[in-house]
């Protein structure tokens, strides 16, 4: 059995005890590792490598993904085909992490000018090609404005803000897949960012 079935087989034994809200540390996941496949921590067992919500250097997008990453070595067992949704996280060593791309009901897309090493593969593990042209408009629609706000429950996805918490912030649609790059005026490469975060992404 492979690490990777492993990791799959480890998160869906605890998605089935304890269900998607189980929240796990990485040193019990070492200690799961090495007392039912005799796998110690220098065996690459990396968590972070099966992450709805975070891809590392090295690591095809198709690398099975089982967890949400929550920050100080914590994770949240969701188990394989989990419909999550939200952006993708990469840090490189010593630098800010930075959004490179988004997850949609469990398929990560990574936009191509991001910086990752996996920015030539899309949620297939196939490469992908450059788009010459535009099939829609630049700016979206009232309609698709709406279902992106909706889908991303009306709150930026890098950061959380809403303006139901506070009325200062300001929501914007952006672009995963950046418009200058070929990327098209549709939901699955659409999320909600406020004025901060965008601008953020912009500078990067």
Known sequence: MTIDEQMIETTSRLVHAFGTDYIISLQEIYQIFEAQ???????????????????????????????????????????????????IYHKPMGLTEF???????????IAPDSGSDCQNSDVSGKPTSKIDGHKTKREPGIQLRFKVLKRDNFKCCACGASPAKDSSVELHIDHIIPWSKGGETVLENLQTLCLKCNIGKSNE
């Open 37 to 87: 496949y005799n796998r110690k921590k220098r065996d690459s067992i990396i968590p972070s490598d099966y992450c709805y919500n975070r891809i590392n250097d090295g690591i095809r997008i198709n690398k099975p993904a089982v967890f949400e990453y929550l920050g100080r070595g914590q994770y949240r067992c969701l188990g394989l085909n989990y419909p999550y949704n939200g952006p």
């Open 99 to 109: 959004i490179v791309g988004k997850c949609v009901n469990g398929e990560r897309i």
